[in-house]
């Protein structure tokens, strides 16, 4: 079956300005993650959801970073008034709800201006 | 909170020859472990696991790794390397029920010399 799936793989964007990055889920999976990587560095936690709701947001760095996933499949991460500090792989990943891997995207490459 | 540190931060190997890398974690409960293989420009590829039982884990692609709880480490082999093998290697550990929210190290570049 289909795996991860993220929109776009690229954003370039100005300082400022507002970005959303969208990540499909693998069909069924409950659980659902999203990574920040910056260059060099190995990817850093953002936010957990288990179903529609944020069960670990402990990762985000600021309130100008926010996610959802309103019907418990689709999640989009939303940067608002964007930094260049926040250029980075954005990566999102699943996970079944009995299983213990998680199951990565390719990633959406984010670039501030 | 938990931790992982790579200490290598390249390593150069010759096509043929064995391969190790390093992964030292802390965590205060018993940790579920993974090796990730990133590609350029690729996302994250799982290489093998380790949750209990045998300590000696076989994964994809010709990759072992073994778990070490008195050295607190989960160092990844293999025994000949591939010119495919160049990449960077990530060991993560999970914390909470089910492995939820890894924590990465820094990674590890494999450069593979012919």
């Known amino acids: 079956g289909a795996g991860v799936s993220q929109t776009p793989s690229n954003k370039v964007t100005e300082k400022g300005k507002y970005v959303e990055l969208r990540c499909d889920p693998i069909s069924g999976h409950t659980a659902l993650y999203w990574y920040r990587q910056s260059l060099g560095q190995g990817p850093e936690f953002l936010i957990y959801f288990q179903g529609t709701g944020a069960a670990d947001d402990s990762g985000l760095p600021n309130d100008r970073f926010f996610a959802v996933r309103p019907e418990g499949s689709v999640s989009t991460l939303k940067i608002q008034r964007t930094e260049r500090g926040d250029s980075a792989v954005y990566l999102c990943?699943?996970?079944?709800?009995?299983?213990?891997?998680?199951?990565f995207g390719p990633g959406t490459r984010l670039t501030v201006l | 909170a938990q931790s992982v540190t790579q200490p290598d931060i390249h390593i150069t190997v010759s096509e043929g020859a064995s391969l190790e890398l390093r992964c030292n974690y802390s965590?205060?409960?018993?940790?579920?472990l993974f090796w990730y293989v990133q590609s350029p420009g690729q996302g994250l590829q799982l290489l093998l696991k380790?949750?209990?039982?045998?300590?000696l884990v076989q994964g994809i692609k010709g990759f072992e790794a073994e778990f070490k709880r008195s050295q607190s480490s989960f160092n990844l082999r293999k025994p000949s390397v591939h010119w495919s093998d160049a990449a960077e290697y990530f060991c993560a550990v999970g914390a909470g029920a089910a492995g939820n929210k890894l924590t990465f190290g820094g990674g590890t570049r494999v450069l593979v010399k012919p």
């Open positions: 990943a699943s996970r079944s709800g009995q299983g213990r891997e998680q199951f």
């Open positions: 380790y949750f209990s039982g045998d300590t």
């Open positions: 965590y205060g409960a018993t940790p579920y």
